[in-house]
């Protein structure tokens, strides 16, 4: 294998690897806060592009997404309001098919909003075959800025966590829920920043992976089902952990065409997500002991 | 006593009406599976459209013979298991007259034999050859075949002098045909295939591939075989990595939308298709232009986007089908009969003659090489 196709696997496996680490960072994010699974996590990214395809008919691209983003956080704290809110210690099982539903539900409104064809933004520089050289291999300057924004997401959500009040209460929360409000931090308001918070990364990355992906209203199911097995092959509730998973499956997808054809790449994922379940469900950066104590 | 007896009479007096009233005008119900949603919704949406457009307008005129046409448009997402469901429910329940579509070769194949079975005439818009090979008594399709445009596409190719060629081929049934068709044609026309890749119908990104098929310098020309917006990925994703390859494609590119979603990425593919893209640069004397540019014109102000092939064999199938209804009547069998009879058809596809061994009706020259110049379709020229 040349240097030039191993940069070229490596490329595409980091792009797509971010994009899962982020969906991956939702699911995260939301469990910690909650305890639930918000299978609409695909949805949010699905909105964050299609929403800034509409908005650039009247603003610049920058201000479309990011207005795109705020509208899609506040779709996420609707969707919080509207369905989990009023919701009384429920169990694990409604969770789940309460958030499928929700998906269904916005992807059809996708449907009726926006139609079936396939939309893209504009790429930020150059158009569909500008390329650039990295690292011995030829990408679209998109790629780095999939890559890039994703980056500083990650960076600023750990900082977030680490020295804002608000970052530390939502940390409190997921540690004890029972503490956390002992303590005089209103949970019901971390719900709702957490699914914020959540639907915001998932559409910004939404919106900087449309020009090379297309954006369709059915695109967020293949999404979230990415997602959640990142999430789950780093440890759910551990957002570093998920992105080196996310990294880890995006790099074993893309190196795995040269080996196996790439018919099967959708399977490699799903077989992934059924051997950490089997084997290791805890994930590979989580502890046995740490898990047990979580109720899912 | 006496109110009852009163109510019962008039109940006879309005239905004995209502039957004399039904027997007058018969509505022909036309069943129709399209996939309007889904991968394959730049084929399927156009179909539906077409199809509204023709039966109003046929409906407008007072029907075929004073019979009127009711469709039934049933969206099946490009999903063979949905086709299924509707074709049996189409035939069973709602007892359609013909059934037209589906838009896809993978569903076509899976419902061949139930429409076959209750006898309903089948006028599908797929192109894979295996639709009317064997033939099937009621089956039909409108698209060319896909031997067809092979063997037009390794012509272009021997004129370029490309011999060495590497092939994409999605995982769906047209997808799979394509395929077979190339790998089957390919030795005698002199053409080596280096590599096959097949990818899932919704892959949203082929760069992983194109850059293993990039590697190998001896590869003179791709070919990709699939309708879904991967064919506009494909694009994107081999001038991205730098490689400046001649492209074809399939037939399957024959809506300006891909060339849209595509951009720049376009330029300079090469495809085989029916004249109905570059129909307004046609000679006059051309048997189909008459056709084709009315079918344009009515379509692109209904509806203010431009036509596809795909729309014109969802026109095909319908004005066919009308056509055996006017020579034959409102006898399934005999329809049938006409359908299979009919010489010298013109169509938006080409010039159609049916035969009992023949239920496609189109040969080679009913495509034609096109290419994509600054954003439009204009005929290739070698």
């Known amino acids: ?296 | 006593m006496k109110r009852s007896f009163a109510a019962t009479i008039i109940m006879l007096a309005v239905s004995l009406a209502m039957s004399v009233s039904v027997a007058i005008a018969e509505t022909i119900k036309v069943g129709a599976i399209l996939a309007m949603t889904g991968p394959a919704s730049f084929l399927g949406a156009p179909e539906a459209r077409t199809l509204e457009m023709l039966a109003e307008e046929i409906n407008a005129k007072g029907g075929i013979n004073g019979n009127k046409i009711a469709l039934v448009i049933k969206d099946s997402g490009g999903n063979p298991e949905k086709a299924i469901s509707f074709a049996k429910q189409l035939i069973e329940e709602e007892k359609v007259f013909a059934i037209i579509g589906p838009s896809t070769s993978g569903e076509t194949l899976k419902i061949k034999q139930i429409c076959e079975s209750g006898k309903t005439i089948l006028l599908s818009c797929a192109a894979a050859e295996q639709i009317v090979e064997p033939v099937a008594k009621y089956v039909f399709k409108t698209p060319q075949k896909d031997s067809h445009v092979v063997h037009a596409i390794f012509e272009s190719m021997k004129a370029a002098k490309i011999s060495k060629i590497a092939v994409l081929a999605s995982n769906t049934g047209f997808g799979q045909a394509g395929k077979g068709q190339i790998e089957k044609q390919a030795p005698e026309s002199g053409i080596q295939v280096l590599a096959t890749e097949v990818y899932d119908s919704k892959a949203t990104d082929l760069s992983a591939i194109v850059a293993k098929l990039a590697a190998n310098k001896e590869i003179q020309a791709v070919i990709n075989w699939s309708v879904e917006p991967a064919q506009a990925i494909v694009l994107k994703n081999i001038r991205q990595a730098g490689w400046k390859v001649p492209i074809y494609q399939s037939h399957g590119f024959g809506n300006i939308k891909y060339v849209q979603a595509a951009g720049a990425a376009a330029e300079g593919v090469i495809f085989p298709a029916g004249r109905l893209l570059i129909a307004d640069k046609l000679a006059n004397k051309n048997p189909q232009k008459a056709v084709l540019t009315s079918y344009t014109k009515n379509y692109e102000t209904k509806f203010k986007e431009d036509v596809s092939t795909f729309g014109g064999h969802a026109y095909d199938a319908f004005k066919i089908l009308c056509r055996g209804i006017e020579l034959a009547g409102t006898n399934r069998e005999k329809v049938r009969d006409a359908i299979e009879n009919l010489k010298g058809f013109v169509g938006t596809a080409g010039i159609f003659n049916f035969s009992p061994t023949d239920h496609n009706g189109l040969g080679t020259d009913s495509v034609t090489m096109l290419t994509v110049k600054g954003g439009t379709f204009v005929e290739y020229k070698k």
């Open chain 1, 1 to 296: 294998m040349t240097l030039e196709l191993f940069s070229q696997y490596l490329l595409a496996g980091v792009t797509y690897g971010i994009i899962y680490a982020i969906v991956g960072i939702g699911f995260n994010i939301i469990y910690n806060t909650t305890g639930i699974i918000n299978f609409a996590q695909g949805e949010f990214v699905m909105l964050g592009g299609m929403t800034a395809i509409t908005l650039t008919q009247w603003l610049p691209l920058p201000v479309a997404i990011g207005a795109a983003v705020v509208v899609v956080m506040l779709i996420g704290a609707l969707v919080e309001i509207l369905f989990i809110r009023w919701l009384d210690r429920p169990s694990v099982l409604r969770m789940i098919i309460i958030t499928i539903g929700i998906s269904i539900l916005i992807r059809e409104a996708a449907l009726h909003i926006w139609g079936e064809g396939v939309r893209s933004l504009p790429y930020f520089v150059g158009n569909e075959i500008t390329t650039v050289p990295v690292l011995g291999a030829r990408v679209s300057p998109q790629v780095l800025w999939v890559i890039g924004v994703c980056t500083l997401m990650v960076l600023a959500l750990s900082l977030f966590f680490k020295y804002t009040l608000q970052g530390k209460k939502m940390q409190a929360c997921a540690a004890n829920r029972m503490a956390a409000t002992l303590c005089g931090i209103s949970t019901r308001n971390m719900v709702t920043l957490s699914f914020m918070l959540s639907a915001g990364i998932g559409a910004l990355a939404g919106c900087v992976m449309s020009p090379i992906t297309y954006t369709q209203y059915d695109a967020g199911t293949g999404l979230a089902i990415k997602g959640f097995t990142v999430a789950i092959l780093g440890g759910l509730g551990s957002s570093m952990a998920a992105v080196a998973a996310g990294l880890l499956l995006g790099l074993i997808e893309s190196f795995s065409v040269s080996v196996v054809p790439l018919a099967f790449q959708d399977a490699i994922s799903i077989t992934l997500l059924l051997a950490i379940l089997f084997f290791r469900p805890h994930g590979l950066f989580g502890s046995k002991d740490a898990a047990g104590l979580k109720e899912f």
